[in-house]
T-cell receptor, first 112, second 114 residues
Framework: LAKTTQPISMDSYEGQEVNITCSHNNIATNDYITWYQQFPSQGPRFIIQGYKTKVTNEVASLFIPADRKSSTLSLPRVSLSDTAVYYC?????????????FGAGTRLTVKP | EAQVTQNPRYLITVTGKKLTVTCSQNMNHEYMSWYRQDPGLGLRQIYY???????DKGDVPEGYKVSRKEKRNFPLILESPSPNQTSLYFC?????????????FGDGTRLSIL
């Protein structure tokens, strides 16, 4: 089971790029990396997923170095509405995702 | 619209009065699960189901029951609720139970057990 470690909180300002890094030193060969966003009193929402190198969608980018022991979620030009908790999960494509645990996440606060 | 629907959204009840929180998904997903979220403890998985008639315990199953008689429904049952089950509950589903599929979450059910 790959344990993940993220910063507890981060602050940013509107218009800035925000990078949130997640450490997963014990990641296994078959593990994928998935990021979720959660607003207060709402269910987590899928943001992005990747296996290696870089993945980009309309919301964010995910950078994964060659050793895959960490990953960085990049949010370009954040706005106040990006204030939320962000979770990094690592899961095996072969096993059920009961192995994926939601940690404490990173609480991002975007200021005006 | 693809969604996971939970009912009720809010419930205040008393200790010992059986209750059921329903969860339904319209995406033909095989995998469904229940989480509870408490301040300072994050999201903890209660039960999960890989497919119809297949369920298994998560991290905090005590005091809860589930069933999966149909693919789309995964109700959470509290046979004899207690105050320590006061929490925010989320149901989730995904195409399969593997790490490369994203989970879709419902809007949550806030339970208060007095």
């Amino acid at each position: 089971l790959a344990k993940t470690t993220q910063p507890i909180s981060m602050d940013s300002y509107e218009g800035q790029e925000v990078n949130i890094t997640c450490s997963h030193n014990n990641i296994a060969t078959n593990d994928y990396i998935t990021w979720y966003q959660q607003f207060p009193s709402q269910g987590p929402r899928f943001i992005i997923q990747g296996y290696k190198t870089k993945v980009t969608n309309e919301v964010a980018s995910l950078f994964i170095p060659a050793d895959r022991k960490s990953s960085t979620l990049s949010l370009p030009r954040v706005s106040l509405s990006d204030t939320a908790v962000y979770y990094c999960l690592v899961g095996d494509i072969r096993r059920n995702n009961n192995d994926m645990r939601f940690g404490a996440g990173t609480r991002l606060t975007v200021k005006p | 619209e693809a969604q996971v629907t939970q009912n009720p959204r809010y419930l205040i009840t008393v200790t010992g009065k059986k209750l059921t929180v329903t969860c339904s998904q319209n995406m033909n997903h095989e995998y469904m699960s229940w989480y509870r979220q408490d301040p300072g403890l994050g999201l903890r998985q209660i039960y999960y189901s890989m497919n119809v008639e297949v369920t298994d315990k998560g991290d905090v199953p005590e005091g809860y029951k589930v069933s999966r008689k149909e693919k789309r429904n995964f109700p959470l049952i509290l046979e004899s609720p207690s105050p320590n089950q006061t929490s925010l509950y989320f149901c989730a589903s995904s195409l399969s139970g593997t790490g490369d599929t994203a989970q879709h979450f419902g809007d949550g059910t806030r339970l208060s057990i007095l």
